[in-house]
Nanobody, 115 residues
Framework: QVQLVESGGGLVQAGGSLRLSCAASGRIFSINAMGWYRQAPGKQRELVAR???????DYADFVKGRFTISSDNNKNTVYLQMNSLKPEDTAVYYCNFISDLNIYWGKGTQVTCSS
């Protein structure tokens, strides 16, 4: 079993920055993918950014140039640096790991951007 612990959400004004962190612990033998999704009220959960094993990085179009995903593989930790935040970025952000083809989700961290 894998546990994911997220941190770093909060309230920020438009144009501000936040950095999210997600640390994975437990029985991790291989990581197939890791990254971040978000879900705004009344909307479906959507991809924000993710690493895919083999070196591929995916970004949603709406965050390109503003958000950067990074990782510390020694710590099984993934980060999301969010700059130039907009009110429409307000959502619960979820960490996602796919390890040994099992899918794990964090509990989510709230990001609120005020105008």
């Amino acid at each position: 079993q894998v546990q994911l612990v997220e941190s770093g959400g909060g309230l920020v004004q438009a144009g501000g920055s936040l950095r999210l962190s997600c640390a994975a612990s437990g029985r991790i033998f291989s990581i197939n993918a890791m990254g971040w999704y978000r879900q705004a009220p009344g909307k479906q959960r959507e991809l924000v950014a993710r690493f895919i094993s083999g070196g591929r990085i995916d970004y949603a179009d709406f965050v390109k140039g503003r958000f950067t995903i990074s990782s510390d593989n020694n710590k099984n930790t993934v980060y999301l640096q969010m700059n130039s935040l907009k009110p429409e970025d307000t959502a619960v952000y979820y960490c996602n790991f796919i390890s040994d083809l099992n899918i794990y989700w964090g509990k989510g961290t709230q990001v609120t951007c005020s105008s």
